[in-house]
């Protein structure tokens, strides 16, 4: 099997690795990124982006992932398709195994793998990402002006952003399997203080349907019983998920959610290995921070190979 080595690996194509990529090979250090679908990760999941400073009358998920990986291309950033499915971080020398079996070696890797929302798994969802299905409030909320919409989750961020969301929609319904919420007290005594929230407890959402976007949602409680509810929009908040599958998480020292603690500058428990974006332990989970945190890390990688010759 052919071994190739370089001195950065950044595992990821998203805005926190096309970032990566764009600094890497603005500074001509000898890079490879590698990315296992499309250029651009979740970015690709929604329809319109309306927070990323620059564009004043937003854009796209594809164009803004376009163009992030046409900037890093203008300064020749280095890229290949490959499922990375294990990592070697015992050794200085650190290797990635790819599915097809190829292996690489590189002296720092930029863990840029990202996450995932965690499904509800139900019918509609899927077909209505981006059309009234969101997994984002704080991403979408103003594109619901004036409507009805509901939540699904009882722990802080669904609680939160339920709040959040009653800035722009009429009407927030939160729905909850549980009689009572996770959230923090706090949080809980904002929600019931606050007018445009409603509650479904003891319930589950079963199916989303609606013609051309979301328009109803079919809920069975846990009595068996099954309602219909009228939204505009229902947002899943129940917990995202890392991608992490080809992590070593334990050299990582991964938290209980699988996720990766750095310092400031983006430094994992393993020399020479940094991560940024979704895949880092965090609170926020932003395209704007994911960027940021792809830049912070090409300069600690570049700081670590000074270091090293
Ligand atoms: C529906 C939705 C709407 C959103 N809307 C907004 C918004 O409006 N504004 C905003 O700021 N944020 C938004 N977000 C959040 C934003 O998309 C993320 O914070 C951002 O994409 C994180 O970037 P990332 O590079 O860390 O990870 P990702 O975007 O998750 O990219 C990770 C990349 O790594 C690749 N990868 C993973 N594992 C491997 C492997 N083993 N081998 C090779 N490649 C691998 C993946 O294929 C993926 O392309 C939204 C998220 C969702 C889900």
């Given at each position: 099997?052919?071994?190739?080595?370089?001195?950065?690996?950044?595992?990821?194509?998203?805005?926190?690795?096309?970032?990566?990529?764009?600094?890497?090979?603005?500074?001509?250090?000898?890079?490879?990124?590698?990315?296992?679908?499309?250029?651009?990760?979740?970015?690709?999941?929604?329809?319109w982006?309306?927070?990323?400073?620059?564009?004043?009358?937003?854009?796209?998920?594809?164009?803004?992932?376009?163009?992030?990986?046409?900037?890093?291309?203008?300064?020749?950033?280095?890229?290949?398709?490959?499922?990375?499915?294990?990592?070697?971080?015992?050794?200085?020398?650190?290797?990635?195994?790819?599915e097809?079996?190829?292996?690489?070696?590189?002296?720092t890797l930029?863990?840029?793998?990202?996450?995932?929302?965690?499904?509800?798994?139900?019918?509609?969802?899927?077909?209505?990402?981006?059309?009234?299905?969101?997994?984002?409030?704080?991403?979408?909320?103003?594109?619901?002006?004036?409507?009805?919409?509901?939540?699904?989750g009882?722990?802080?961020?669904?609680?939160?952003?339920?709040?959040?969301?009653?800035?722009?929609?009429?009407?927030?319904?939160?729905?909850?399997?549980?009689?009572?919420?996770?959230?923090?007290?706090?949080?809980?005594?904002?929600?019931?203080?606050?007018?445009?929230?409603?509650?479904?407890?003891?319930s589950?959402?079963?199916?989303?349907?609606?013609?051309?976007?979301?328009?109803?949602?079919?809920?069975?409680?846990?009595?068996?019983?099954?309602?219909?509810?009228?939204?505009?929009?229902?947002?899943?908040?129940?917990?995202?998920?890392?991608?992490?599958?080809?992590?070593?998480?334990?050299?990582?020292?991964?938290?209980?959610?699988?996720?990766?603690?750095?310092?400031?500058?983006?430094?994992?428990?393993?020399?020479?290995?940094?991560?940024?974006?979704?895949?880092?332990?965090?609170?926020?989970?932003?395209?704007?921070?994911?960027?940021?945190?792809?830049?912070?890390?090409?300069?600690?990688?570049?700081?670590?190979?000074?270091n090293?010759?």
């Amino acid at each position: 099997m052919a071994s190739t080595h370089h001195k950065l690996i950044i595992l990821g194509g998203g805005p926190a690795g096309l970032t990566a990529g764009l600094y890497a090979a603005r500074s001509r250090m000898d890079h490879l990124l590698i990315e296992k679908g499309a250029e651009g990760g979740q970015v690709l999941l929604t329809d319109w982006i309306d927070n990323y400073p620059g564009f004043t009358d937003g854009i796209s998920g594809f164009d803004l992932a376009d163009k992030m990986a046409a900037h890093a291309r203008r300064f020749d950033m280095n890229s290949m398709f490959g499922n990375v499915v294990s990592i070697d971080l015992s050794k200085p020398v650190k290797q990635l195994t790819l599915e097809d079996g190829a292996s690489l070696s590189c002296d720092t890797l930029i863990i840029c793998s990202g996450a995932h929302p965690r499904p509800l798994g139900i019918p509609g969802e899927k077909e209505f990402i981006g059309k009234g299905v969101s997994y984002c409030g704080t991403c979408d909320a103003p594109f619901y002006r004036n409507q009805h919409v509901a939540v699904v989750g009882g722990g802080n961020t669904a609680v939160q952003e339920a709040e959040h969301l009653t800035k722009f929609a009429d009407k927030v319904t939160l729905i909850h399997r549980r009689d009572e919420l996770r959230a923090t007290k706090i949080l809980q005594e904002r929600a019931f203080d606050n007018p445009k929230i409603d509650f479904i407890w003891d319930s589950h959402v079963k199916e989303i349907t609606g013609k051309d976007g979301v328009e109803q949602l079919q809920i069975l409680n846990n009595e068996g019983k099954y309602s219909t509810l009228d939204v505009d929009g229902i947002f899943i908040l129940i917990g995202v998920l890392p991608n992490n599958e080809m992590l070593p998480l334990e050299d990582l020292e991964a938290d209980e959610g699988g996720f990766i603690p750095t310092d400031t500058e983006t430094r994992t428990a393993v020399a020479g290995v940094m991560a940024a974006g979704d895949i880092r332990s965090k609170e926020v989970r932003q395209i704007i921070n994911a960027a940021g945190e792809g830049a912070t890390a090409v300069l600690a990688a570049e700081d670590y190979l000074t270091n090293l010759s």
